[in-house]
């Protein structure tokens, strides 16, 4: 306010530039805006047309029922039971891994030092490998007379234990999938967390546990919770483990998305339901990040 | 216990080390199971290996629907690098250099495509295609890409925005500089290490991505499509070759790119 105060006086050359800077803005994001704009928003609205359109026909515009829905919603179909299994798996998923990639995260802020760098690019490298070659490889591992069970019998012992084609897998290769997306939004948030602050309530005398409780914990939650919101909301649209890994012993939501478009040709219906799981992200995503500052996140000064 | 608080911190850090290093293993464990399997002389796997053989790498080399795939996912990427980093620049100084009306709005809508699933973000495409009455081929896929890397990208240079001092461009102006020159001269060589990252990003992520070409590549293959298809139903060990192919290929592309960015950073004081 106090700019505008000073703005008064005959305008300087910068003041003209400032002014001219909210419309850079909206033009630099202009070519972003029409891309997603066609290449996002428009694919919505042609699912969400097709979602109203009579089941099992490509009528869309031209009819309009709620039966897809109604079909979703009866409790006779066992769509639901997909969406349930999503859902936990995507639940459980986050716990195990945030379980897993807090000490990692600890480890890159405060411990590594100079290694730091290179541990971070070492988890990286994963997400340039496609998710079907490192996948593939645990069945590698885990299958019969796989990794696994050859080296236990080579070793003389009875063999490593079925686990291949089940829903406990299927987790475990969730978990190994999105590991990076919980990790670097942790890390992020750990590093927001001032170290003079912990020494200082560790000079005051505070335990281990209260310094981690009381400041570190509540310092670090945006990253954590980007962290958990990511992995979560990916993990609800996660496919590949389960045809991979688990040998398609459950269907989850997206698979189910997939029949309908593909096996069934039944596309209002496939709509639908990607409707539901649209909203249901969509709702999720927006109320977190309503309440996270991105620029703080990212590091604006 | 209480005695020898450096004590207990350093074992702490140990076990640290430890379980990072125990997962970096298990992270790269599929991997050289992988490249283990594609040696395998016989057709079908089974460990240990008893005869070691490069025969499937050969043929994997020598197969010219191999060639045509990889053919295929480069142009894919490549198109998906140069097309995404232009917009991505841009829409980065939106994001986190320029203050304007609808910035806050607009930093959230970007991260959105991120978070959707890929399989329906695929379908959603493959069915607007079809309503608009498009062929879906390798271009397509390079559009689909470009809706999921173009954010991706934007926030990778956005990070390097928020590192940028802003007070350089300022002085451009007052020094005279026309809007062009101040883009060449000031802004583009300090977003450079941003954009490279940006570039690499782009290439690898179109690379490996398998969800939305499958839907929006049409008849054309690419690598991780091709793979999928061969992994479902006829496995030979040209998969594990070819998958360990690919992984050699991102792993090389993104060592080559980080001695460039290493360069870039080294000539740029500080």
Known sequence: MADIA????????????????????????????????????????????????????????RSFTLENFASIFDPTNTVWLSFAWSVGFALFTVAILAVIAYPIAYGLNAVFGRWAGFISVLFVFPLFVSENVRLYGWVLFFIKNGVLDGTLKWLGLPGGPEVLYTPGVTLFGMAYTYLPFMLFPMTLGLALVPRDLVDAARDLGAGRLFIWREIELPLAMPGILIGM????????????????????????????????????????????????????????????????????????? | M????????????????????????????????????????????????????????????????????VRNSIAIALLVTVIS????????????????????????????????????????????????????????????????????????????????????????????????????????????????SGMLFAFLLSWSNFPLSLYTAGADSTIPKWLYAKMVAGYTPMVPALGTMATLGAATLLLGGGLVMLLLRRRQPA
């Open chain 2, 2 to 69: 209480a005695t020898s608080p450096a004590l207990a911190r350093k074992r702490t850090n140990a076990l640290i080390w430890v379980w990072t290093v125990f997962v970096l293993v298990a992270v790269y464990l599929p991997i050289l199971c992988g490249a283990l399997a594609s040696f395998n002389k016989s057709r079908y796997f089974g460990f240990p290996i008893k005869v070691y053989a490069t025969e499937w790498w050969q043929k994997t080399l020598d197969s010219i629907e191999i060639g045509m795939l």
């Open chain 1, 6 to 61: 000073l703005a008064r006086a005959p305008e300087t050359a910068r003041q003209v530039r400032q002014a001219r800077m909210l419309s850079v803005g909206a033009r630099c994001a202009l070519p972003v805006a029409v891309l997603l704009g066609i290449g996002f928003l428009a694919p919505m609205v042609a699912i969400l047309a097709y979602s109203f359109a009579t089941p099992r026909s490509f009528d869309v515009f």
């Open chain 2, 85 to 196: 980093v232009v917009i991505a620049t841009f829409g980065a100084l939106a994001f986190a250099r320029y203050d304007w009306k609808g910035r806050r709005l607009y930093q959230k809508l970007i991260i959105l495509p991120i978070f959707f699933p890929q399989p329906v973000l695929g379908l959603a495409l493959l069915l607007g295609f079809n309503a608009v009455g498009i062929q879906t081929s390798w271009l397509t896929a390079v559009f689909a890409h470009l809706v999921w890397i173009v954010p991706v990208v934007t926030l990778v240079i956005a990070i390097q925005v928020y590192g940028f001092d802003a007070s350089l461009e300022e002085a451009a102006y007052d020094l005279g500089c026309t809007r062009t020159q101040v883009f060449r001269e000031v802004t583009l060589p300090l977003l450079w290490p941003g954009i490279w």
């Open chain 1, 229 to 301: 919101l990511l992995t979560f909301v990916l993990a609800i649209g996660a496919t590949a483990e389960a045809k991979i890994l688990g040998g398609q012993s459950i269907i989850v939501i997206s698979h189910d998305i997939e029949i309908a478009f593909t096996y069934s040709q039944n596309w209002p219906l496939g709509s639908a339901l990607a409707v539901v799981v649209s909203v249901f992200i969509a709702a999720l995503t927006l109320t977190a990040l309503s309440k996270l500052d991105l620029d703080r996140m990212l590091g604006r000064r």
